[in-house]
């Protein structure tokens, strides 16, 4: 837990948004090679947090799987992350689970997501 918020996720989401080679973004910001994997669970990104990085999913196609569970995101991030999803192939697993998340938006996960992917909200 870094606490990064939404300033830090920001950041973080317009180097995804450039980097196309990105294998590992953890929480403790180290890279490995071929795990395409970005684990930040529990940094406090709240909803702008959330909305930049479903931005940065529609341009990044190397990042596979996304932690973002035990967050501060609420529906208007979750709605945005459910739009990214519709352009983004690349992602094969996201995680959402304990933040502030409707049922109904929840569904517009679910509603959204490829069958390649694996979603727990």
Do not use: C, P, W
């Amino acid at each position: 837990n870094n606490s990064i918020g939404d300033d830090g996720a920001k950041a973080l989401a317009s180097g995804l948004k450039l980097n196309n080679t990105l294998t590992t973004l953890s929480e403790h910001l180290s890279l490995e090679e071929h795990s395409f994997r970005s684990d930040l669970h529990q940094n406090s990104i709240g909803n702008d947090g959330a909305k930049e990085f479903a931005e940065s999913l529609k341009i990044n196609h190397s990042l596979t799987y996304l932690e973002l569970s035990s967050n501060s995101i609420g529906d208007d991030g979750a709605n945005a992350l459910a739009e990214s999803l519709k352009i983004n192939q690349s992602l094969t697993s996201m995680y959402l689970g304990s933040n502030s998340i409707s049922d109904t938006v929840k569904q517009t996960l679910r509603d959204a997501k490829r069958s390649a992917l694996s979603l727990s909200v």
